[in-house]
């Protein structure tokens, strides 16, 4: 058996500034890997092992995405090599813990597990699970503390670990605050490898005598490191009339030990940290000795007071000891921070600052505890409070909602307008592209989730370790494979590696990154940032306003709206860049949890663009599309949204809650199981995304079969795709076959179905689906005359001219077609006949922004007032696949 060749990864912006726990997915060509993956990084400071496990197979067996974890190095070049690495020749490492009696394997008791070189050890009893990592042994069980210990060589640095949070009954910032009891219910091991361990910890709140708000809490550990990767999940499943969060946080006790003036509190700001002792000996009138000082903002242990100047030692019981620090980052734009001596005492403020890294550190000369929160300022109101610092038991704690806020409400924002019967919807829907209906603006069911770090430390660190910790927090070291080596794995659709060779190439090129670098931009300047709110964009702009339709229905948060997540993640795929992936990243963790219900009675489906993310009453599968977080999930091995791929393995079930046509069919329809109404287009999309993942990732023989006859039904349909919509039995997982008509939507292409048949044609040979597929490529922009040939009467409904133009370059590529490569590109550029074009991107000749300030806008901002989001997802899918279709016909122009 032949091993897979070694492959070279490079850090997705750079190396971290010392050794960190790192995560990463690759693809792997057909049949190149047909046994267990095992790797090994090779760098210049010699082999790192890696936990390597599968999380993708081809339809052979053979392995098609594996999942990687290390410790990985803080060097510039690394290799991923098959095999384990050499054995090291230094002398033997020392023996780590004895196992409990009756813990050794073939006890029959609980397992322990030891790691590579027996650095990872996991026991597990019923009631808790233990990981020592080598250098930190973390201790996690059930109920309302479920991180009760961290140890550090035997010494305890670390405990109480718990979720907090609180509510209120009503939306006014003055009304009583209930606190939550937070429990957690569930414990298993995810995964327990030789490198990393992955917890899964699951609960919910206990409030108003109701268990509410469930929740995902997962614990990353990795070998030799003392660190405490935290993703938190939660789904707000009750009613918004009722129940106002208040505060959520995750909190940690902190023992101390040392006297006041050797306990630490250090709080970032945008760059480093608020340095501080609980009673500081610098500043006073009296000077203890350089020596004293230099140690105290160091850190370290102060010299004995003994020692110190007299004029100081004999009136420290005169200096204040300081007990709570707050830094509260209410604005994307800014943050306060203040202290106090007691509950009891004012808050004194110490700065103010734009941007902190948020991360927060107590401890003293022989413990302490960091902890952070990844995109602090991005998903405000956010905070870090230092608490009782001054007693023997010390608490920090990273808020993911801010106390200091107003309460979060979810209602929805207007109160209907006399919008009772389907006829008033439609009616403003003309106006403010609204789509609205009782009951259906409902937030139960969607969810967020935040990405936290953990560090326990022996001793206070110095202000470089610990800004290194903080900014790796804030941004997570990630590897990543060349686009080329991507490429080549033939994975992922249709795409191909960015290429400048012809200058019509590097045209579009440029235009791709303008478009990129347009979008990181807005967000910046447009704050499209918030709890809810950061990763989406805007749909649509409005000129007269200088600003984006925030304010105006379907025209404000775009939802995934004709793809932006698909044009985002190839446009890194084929060209590695970081701004690509961060801006790609951060509208998945979006999309996939707040534009999507993971309870209640909208379970599975997804919301469509609104000025609330869930106001909308079009709930549907090309929202909760699956094939927006194979990117993410495949290249990164996040389980958080590995679970949401797989809620929505089965989402057909979910059509039967909801008519996504009921206000404008002509028809009698009600969902029924044996006869359950999918549209072609933006519901088989989804559904094909979701059952080829589920059966790639898990063999799923069900997901297989379901795949496999939709297809084959597909092909034997009169019309095929242009069906339109067609019947499906949920029982028998088939199509009825016999449905005879002809419907069309401008929207069917451009939810991923092109994205999913592509990758269905290649796992699947099934000859009359790929006939009905092309076809549909074929006559969807053929003239009027040839589709009246085929249908008895020009197709209606035609627009989106160019996203479309990406189905005659599949027709051109296939058939090898010149004259069809050229009219793909004539689509794509000018539009066909009377079939005009109708994004502005293509029609404006000259791309550029226009800097608006004065009185008219609040805050200089850029413009481009030609740009909306669909436009932007359109133009950037179809360039990219055209490219790799028909790029060698591409005109200069």
């Not at 990981?131 to 059930?142: F, I, S, Y």
């Not at 009503?170 to 992955?198: C, S, Y």
Request: charged share 25%.
């Amino acid at each position: 058996m032949s091993l897979p060749d070694p492959v070279d990864l490079h850090w997705l912006e750079s190396p971290p500034p010392s050794p960190a726990p790192t995560r990463w997915g690759l693809p792997w060509r057909r049949g190149s890997i047909t046994s267990e993956p095992r790797f090994h990084l090779v760098h210049a400071a010699g082999a790192t092992p890696v936990d390597s496990w599968v999380t993708a197979r081809w339809p052979d067996g053979s392995v098609k995405w594996t999942g990687h974890s290390a410790l990985a190095p803080a060097t510039e070049s690394l290799e991923l090599r098959p095999g384990a690495p050499e054995p090291a020749s230094d002398p033997e490492p020392a023996p780590g813990p004895e196992p409990a009696p009756g813990t050794e394997p073939g006890a029959g008791g609980p397992t322990i597990r030891p790691g590579e070189h027996g650095r990872l050890l996991i026991q597990q009893t019923p009631e808790e699970v233990t990981v020592d990592t080598g250098v930190l042994k973390a201790t996690v069980g059930l109920g309302r503390t479920p991180i009760p210990s961290l140890v550090i060589e035997g010494r305890e640095v670390g405990s109480g670990g718990r979720i907090v949070a609180s509510s209120a009954a009503q939306a006014d910032p003055g009304a009583p605050r209930r606190a939550h009891e937070v429990v957690v219910t569930d414990l298993r091991i995810e995964r327990a490898g030789e490198v990393e361990a992955v917890l899964r910890l699951s609960g919910h709140h206990e409030v108003a005598d109701e268990q509410t708000l469930p929740f995902v809490l997962r614990l990353y550990l990795t070998a030799g490191s003392t660190r405490i990767r935290v993703v938190h999940s939660l789904v707000f499943d009750t009613d918004p009339d009722t129940l106002f969060l208040t505060s959520l946080g995750l909190r940690f006790d902190v023992p101390l030990r040392a006297e006041p003036h050797d306990r630490h509190v250090r709080v970032a700001g945008s760059e480093g940290f608020l340095t501080e002792a609980v009673r500081p000996v610098t500043g006073l009138r009296r000077d203890p000795g350089q020596p004293v000082r230099q140690a105290q903002t160091a850190g370290r242990t102060t010299p004995a007071t003994k020692t110190w100047s007299q004029t100081v030692s004999s009136r420290l019981h005169l200096v204040p000891t300081w007990d709570d620090w707050t830094l509260r980052q209410l604005s994307p734009h800014g943050y306060s921070a203040a202290k106090r001596t007691a509950a009891d005492r004012p808050w004194v403020t110490s700065h103010s600052g734009t941007r902190s890294l948020g991360y927060a550190y107590l401890g003293d000369t022989d413990a302490g505890i960091g902890i952070g929160l990844r995109d602090f300022w991005k998903l405000v109101p956010t905070q870090l409070d230092v608490s009782a610092a001054s007693t023997d038991l010390g608490a920090v704690t990273a808020w993911l909602y801010a106390p200091s806020a107003e309460p979060m409400d979810l209602r929805f924002y207007h109160d209907g307008l006399g919008q009772d019967t389907y006829a008033e919807q439609l009616e403003a829907l003309e106006i403010t592209y609204e789509d609205y209906e009782p009951g259906y603006g409902d937030a139960r069911g969607i969810a967020r989730t935040h990405e936290l770090v953990v560090d326990a430390f022996d001793a206070t660190p110095g202000h470089e370790e610990l800004a290194a910790r903080a900014r790796t927090c804030a941004l997570p070291p990630l590897l990543r494979a060349s686009p080329q080596r991507l490429r080549d794995a033939g994975v992922l659709g249709t795409w191909s590696v960015a290429d400048r060779s012809t200058p019509a190439r590097a045209a579009i090129e440029d235009r791709l990154l303008w478009l990129r670098e347009f979008y990181r931009d807005q967000v910046e300047q447009r704050g499209w940032y918030g709890f809810w709110d950061y990763g989406d964009v805007m749909h649509t702009y409005d000129a007269d306003r200088h600003g984006w339709r925030y304010d105006i229905g379907g025209y404000a948060w775009d939802n995934s709206e004709l793809s932006p997540d698909l044009w985002l993640w190839l446009d890194f795929l084929r060209t590695g860049d970081a701004a690509a992936f961060r801006l790609a990243e951060a509208m998945t963790r979006h999309t996939g949890e707040v534009d999507v219900y993971h309870a209640g009675r909208f379970a599975g489906l997804g919301t469509r663009h609104n000025v609330q993310h869930f106001g909308c009453s079009a709930k549907q599968l090309r929202i909760s599309n699956a094939t927006y977080r194979r990117y993410f999930y495949f290249l990164t091995a996040d389980e958080r949204t590995g679970e949401l791929l797989d809620e929505v393995a089965a989402c057909e079930q979910a059509l039967l809650k909801v008519d996504a046509t009921r206000k404008v069919r002509h028809d009698v329809y009600s969902p029924d199981p044996h006869a359950l109404a999918i549209g072609l287009g933006t519901d088989l999309g989804a559904l094909l995304g979701a059952w080829i993942t589920a059966w790639e990732r898990h063999g799923d023989v069900e997901a297989e079969q379901k795949l496999r006859s939709a297809m084959a039904g597909i092909g034997e349909l009169k019309h095929g795709f242009f069906t339109g919509e067609a019947l499906w039995d949920l029982e028998r997982h088939r199509f009825d076959t016999s449905r005879d008509r002809v419907g069309v939507s401008h929207l069917s292409a451009v939810f991923g179905l092109v994205e999913m048949v592509t990758e269905a044609l290649e796992l699947i040979d099934e000859p009359a689906f790929e006939q009905a597929w092309h076809e549909y490529c074929r006559l969807y922009l053929a003239a009027p005359e040839e589709q009246a040939e085929v249908f008895g009467a020009p197709l209606g409904g035609i627009s989106l001219v160019p996203a479309h133009s990406r189905l005659l370059a599949i027709v051109a590529a296939h058939e090898g077609d010149a004259a069809a490569a050229a009219r793909a590109w004539d689509a794509f550029f000018v539009g066909l006949g009377d079939q005009l074009n109708v994004n502005a991107l293509v029609d404006e000749t000259e791309w550029r922004r226009t800097r608006i300030h004065g009185p008219a806008v609040p805050e200089p901002v850029d413009e481009a007032a030609f740009v909306s989001t669909n436009d932007a997802a359109q133009y950037g899918l179809a360039a990219i696949q055209n490219l790799a279709l028909i790029g060698d016909h591409l005109p200069e122009r």
